[in-house]
């Protein structure tokens, strides 16, 4: 094995699970991991303490006059669960078929270490970086960086730059330079429904007394149309249209074709909103989806009770000009407004992030497609996503830079789910980028 992907196996053996509790004390292990690799490429790192999981910061001796870089990238993962579904244990990382097999193979350890073993590279066989160089990384982007943002505008003069580059969204199609322009914003909340004090025999109280299981079943059915059109009043008020050269340029992306999206997903037919296709709905409109339902028995066979509790979980993907806040206000007024009778609802309002739109022909971005194209020898192609990483349009906000998005996550990577997995092809390029990158953004006139 060579040495990155040694490297790349240490750092996927932390179940640096952020959202868990009962995995804090590995994610910091995994912190301090960064912070030894780090700091054997005489960078200086430094581990920042947050009410959750560390922050980790670390970067060369800055000269004046040249372009200062940031490369933010994630160490936490998310939960594995269902495990019964992988073919083998996800923290301990596999290569079969040309992939590397793990929980955050692709998202986010993999393309983030990329960086980090290009610059170590470039160190070796140079001596120095073409650019001011600052890393940072963060254990809570699964769980919405909710001390990031805080962070950010706390060290904003340490941390001023020119230009963020992350490595944490797709790859339109294998072997495929990507470089990504967009993202949408998320906006995640919870009801619970309570009927009676306790759960209740189905026949003896059943009819005289509401039940929150049907009560949610009703409230969520009022969220859509048929065509899966958001009923919520006012959502659609601040969606910008896509621009036309964005259609047409979908329309010749690979990997976005409608027909794409029914292979990697397996669904028996696409479906949305009338209008658009796949990777329109995807890229540009925004959506409220239920992640998560439930109240009442689901065990074995049947049981007659009138649970006392129901439940759902939403969360909303946004778009160029909707503002997580406004879209939760918009959900609640909705959801008290259907609330059907005889239950009482509790909303609850869960993390959010805004969405994001660069140009991708400015001056970094146009440097962007040269590193890409060199890494790749290929024409890059341009395309927005559908996830979110939350931060991003925060750095823009507190920073004032743009932010890069150089995917190299495949549809198939299995994200989030289990068997997620990582091209070892494209952890090779991955490393290649970063330096064909740093030497693009050192000139960036050019
Ligand atoms: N890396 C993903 C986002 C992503 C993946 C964007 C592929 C584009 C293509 C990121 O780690 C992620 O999963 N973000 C969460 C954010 C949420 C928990 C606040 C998401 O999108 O669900
Ligand atoms: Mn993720």
């Known amino acids: 094995m060579t040495p990155e992907l040694v490297d790349l196996f240490a750092f996927l053996r932390f179940p640096s699970v952020s959202t868990d509790s009962r995995h804090a004390s590995d994610t910091r292990a995994c912190a301090q991991w960064l912070i030894e690799k780090l700091s054997g490429m005489e960078l200086t790192a430094k581990l920042h303490e947050t009410p959750k999981h560390p922050i980790v910061i670390a970067r060369n001796a800055h000269v004046e006059g040249r372009t200062t870089v940031m490369i933010y990238g994630h160490y936490d993962v998310q939960p594995v669960d269902p495990l019964n579904l992988w073919d083998r244990q996800p923290f301990e990382p596999e290569i079969r078929d040309g992939r590397i097999w793990a929980r955050g193979a692709t998202d986010n350890k993999g393309q983030m270490l990329a960086h980090i073993l290009g610059v170590e590279k470039m160190l070796k066989e140079e001596g120095e970086l073409p650019v001011n160089l600052i890393f940072l990384f963060e254990g809570e982007e699964e769980i919405g960086s909710p001390n990031l943002g805080p962070f950010l505008?706390?060290?904003?003069?340490?941390?001023?730059?020119?230009?963020?580059?992350?490595?944490?969204?797709?790859?339109?199609?294998?072997?495929?330079?990507?470089?990504?322009?967009?993202?949408?914003?998320?906006?995640?909340?919870?009801?619970?429904?309570?009927?009676?004090?306790g759960d209740l025999h189905s026949g003896l109280f059943g009819g005289a007394v509401a039940n929150p299981a049907t009560a949610v079943a009703q409230l969520v059915a009022s969220l859509h149309d048929l065509d899966g059109k958001v009923t919520v009043e006012g959502f659609y008020d601040k969606v910008r249209e896509?621009?036309?050269?964005?259609?047409?340029?979908?329309?010749?992306?690979?990997?976005?074709?409608?027909?794409?999206?029914?292979?990697?997903?397996?669904?028996?037919?696409?479906?949305?909103?009338?209008?658009?296709?796949?990777?329109?709905?995807?890229?540009?409109?925004?959506?409220?989806?239920?992640n998560g339902i439930g109240g009442g028995y689901q065990g074995e066979g049947s049981k007659t009770v009138l649970p006392a509790e129901a439940m759902a979980k939403f969360s909303c993907r946004l778009v160029p000009d909707q503002d997580p806040d406004e879209i939760f206000?918009?959900?609640?007024?909705?959801?008290?407004?259907?609330?059907?009778?005889?239950?009482?609802?509790?909303?609850?309002?869960?993390?959010g992030g805004k969405p994001y739109l660069a140009d991708p022909q400015?001056?970094?971005?146009?440097?962007?497609?040269?590193?890409?194209?060199?890494?790749?020898?290929?024409?890059?192609?341009?395309?927005?996503?559908?996830?979110?990483?939350?931060?991003?349009?925060?750095?823009?906000?507190i920073l004032g830079a743009d932010t890069l998005l150089l995917g190299l996550a495949l549809a198939d990577a299995q994200i989030h789910a289990p068997n997620e997995n990582f091209p070892v092809e494209n952890f090779e390029a991955g490393i290649r980028l970063n330096q064909a990158l740093l030497k693009e953004l050192a000139n960036p006139a050019n």
């Open 242 to 290: 896509m621009e036309p050269w964005e259609r047409e340029m979908a329309a010749n992306t690979p990997g976005t074709a409608d027909e794409d999206f029914l292979n990697v997903t397996g669904a028996p037919s696409l479906f949305g909103e009338q209008g658009y296709t796949a990777a329109e709905r995807v890229w540009a409109r925004p959506t409220l989806e239920i």
């Open 329 to 351: 206000e918009k959900l609640k007024t909705h959801l008290e407004k259907h609330c059907p009778k005889g239950v009482s609802m509790e909303i609850l309002k869960e993390h």
């Open 362 to 397: 400015s001056g970094f971005g146009l440097c962007a497609q040269r590193a890409l194209k060199a890494a790749f020898n290929k024409q890059p192609v341009l395309i927005r996503e559908g996830g979110s990483i939350p931060i991003v349009q925060t750095f823009s906000d």
């Open 153 to 197: 505008e706390a060290h904003k003069d340490e941390l001023k730059c020119d230009v963020i580059a992350i490595s944490d969204t797709g790859m339109a199609a294998p072997a495929t330079p990507t470089l990504g322009y967009g993202l949408r914003g998320i906006s995640c909340a919870e009801v619970i429904l309570r009927g009676a004090k």
